[in-house]
C-alpha cells in the first residue's frame, strides 16, 4: 500500500518454535516483519505454547536483503525499453464449466471444506479444534460429468481429551453436509482423522515452507502446472501475473461458451516482454479450432508483465487473502481481479 513498485521475492520456513523469513526486497518504505509476522500467526490460531508455535513467544528471525541489480536490469521499464519478465518459464491457467466458479469441482469442494473448518474452529463451534487441517475430495465422473463425491478425507488437528467418535460425528454433521451437500450419496465414504489422533499438527510436526503446496494453491492437480509458486512474489514475477492472466482468459473464454474446459499456457524470458510461448487446449470442447483461440487471445488479452499488471490493477495489497483456501474460484471476495468475466461480450462475437 505505501510502495506500489516494490520489489519482492520472499520465501518463508516454520518449524518448532521459529518462523524464518528470507529473501529480496527492494522498497522504499519501511516494514515490520517481526510484527507482520507475529499478527499472522495470531490471525491463523497459533496463540497457545500447546501447539508448537505461539506468536508471542516463537523465536522469528529475518534475512532480507535487495533484488539482484541483474535481475532488475531484465525487469526494469525504461525509455527505450519495455519491463521484460522477471524470470524464465511456463505458466498455466485453466478453467471448465464444472462449478458456478468455473473451476474443477475436486477443488472446489476441497477448499470449501476447509474454509468451514477454520470459520467453525474461529467462531469456537468446534472448540477442540486445532489450527491444522486438510481435506481431500474424490468425485466420481460419468462421461467426463461429475454425479457425486465417492470420498471425503479431512484431518484435523484436535485437543487430547476428545474422543475420535466425536470428532466424526461433529465434523460429518457440521463440516461435510453443509459443504457437499447434494454431491453425497449412500456410497459415500469418510476418511477422518484415518491414524485415529492428530494432537501435534502445525510446524511442530511438519516443517512447512513456502511454494511447497502450488497443486492445492491452483487446480488440484485437474489442470497443469509450470512449478512457480505464487506466494511471497509481486507481480513482476509472471510466475504470479502471467499465472493469473491465463486463469483470466481460460475463465472468461469458458464463461463466454467458447469452450466448456480451457487450459491456457503462457512462457516467458527473463527481460523479454513478450511471451515466448502461447498455447491452448480446449479439450475437444470447443467449436472453434485451438489455432483460432489462440489468435484471439493475442487480439484480445493483454500478455506483456506491464500490460498484465495494469489490466488486472495487481500494484495492490490484495494477496494476503491468497495465502489460504485457493488463489481461483473465489469471485465473492474482493480484490481478485483474474476471476473477473469481463471480456464475455467480446469473446462471443467470435460464435457467430
Known amino acids: 500500500s505505501q510502495d506500489p513498485d516494490a520489489r519482492v521475492a520472499c520465501e518463508t520456513l516454520t518449524t518448532t518454535g521459529l518462523v524464518l523469513v528470507s529473501g529480496e526486497v527492494t522498497t522504499s518504505c519501511y516494514s515490520d516483519f517481526q510484527k507482520i509476522i507475529r499478527n499472522t500467526l495470531k490471525k491463523i490460531g497459533y496463540t497457545n505454547p500447546e501447539y508448537g508455535l505461539d506468536h508471542q513467544d516463537c523465536s522469528v528471525l529475518t534475512s532480507i536483503h535487495e533484488q539482484s541489480p541483474d535481475i532488475a536490469k531484465g525487469v526494469d521499464s525504461t525509455t527505450e525499453k519495455e519491463q521484460g519478465a522477471g524470470d524464465q518459464g511456463l505458466m498455466f491457467g485453466y478453467a471448465c464449466d464444472e462449478t458456478d466458479v ?22 469456537n463451534i468446534l472448540p477442540w479444534s486445532r489450527p491444522d487441517g486438510k481435506t481431500q475430495v474424490s468425485i466420481k465422473y460419468e462421461n467426463g460429468i461429475p454425479v457425486g463425491v465417492e470420498k471425503v478425507v479431512i484431518a484435523i488437528q484436535h485437543d487430547p481429551d476428545i474422543s475420535n467418535n466425536e470428532i466424526h460425528s461433529a465434523i460429518k ?4 453436509r453443509p459443504v457437499c451437500d447434494k454431491w453425497l450419496n449412500d456410497n459415500t465414504e469418510f476418511f477422518i482423522n484415518s491414524t485415529g489422533v492428530f494432537i501435534k499438527g502445525g510446524p511442530e510436526a511438519d516443517t512447512g515452507l513456502t511454494g511447497r503446496k502450488i497443486i492445492v494453491d491452483t487446480y488440484g492437480g485437474y489442470g497443469r502446472h509450470g512449478g512457480g509458486a505464487f506466494s511471497g512474489k509481486d507481480p513482476s514475477k509472471v510466475d504470479r501475473s502471467a499465472s493469473y492472466m491465463a486463469r483470466y482468459i481460460a475463465k472468461n473464454i469458458v464463461y463466454a461458451k467458447l469452450a466448456s474446459k480451457c487450459e491456457i499456457q503462457l512462457a516467458y524470458s527473463i527481460g523479454e516482454a513478450n511471451p515466448v510461448s502461447v498455447n491452448v487446449n480446449t479439450f475437444g470442447t470447443s467449436q472453434i479450432n485451438d489455432e483460432k483461440i489462440i489468435s484471439i487471445i493475442k487480439d484480445n488479452f493483454p500478455l506483456k508483465p506491464k500490460e498484465i499488471i495494469d489490466h488486472l490493477n495487481l500494484k495492490r495489497p490484495i494477496y494476503f487473502n491468497t495465502a489460504s483456501y485457493g488463489h481461483f474460484g473465489r469471485e465473492n471476495e474482493n480484490g481478485f481481479p483474474w476471476e473477473k468475466c469481463d471480456k464475455v461480450s467480446e469473446l462471443k462475437k467470435y460464435l457467430n
Not at 468455473?102 to 467462531?123: G, Q
Open 102 to 123: 468455473l473451476m474443477p469441482l475436486p477443488i472446489t469442494l476441497a477448499h470449501r471444506l476447509a474454509k468451514k473448518l477454520s470459520e467453525l474452529r474461529k467462531n
Open 173 to 176: 454433521e457440521n463440516v461435510i
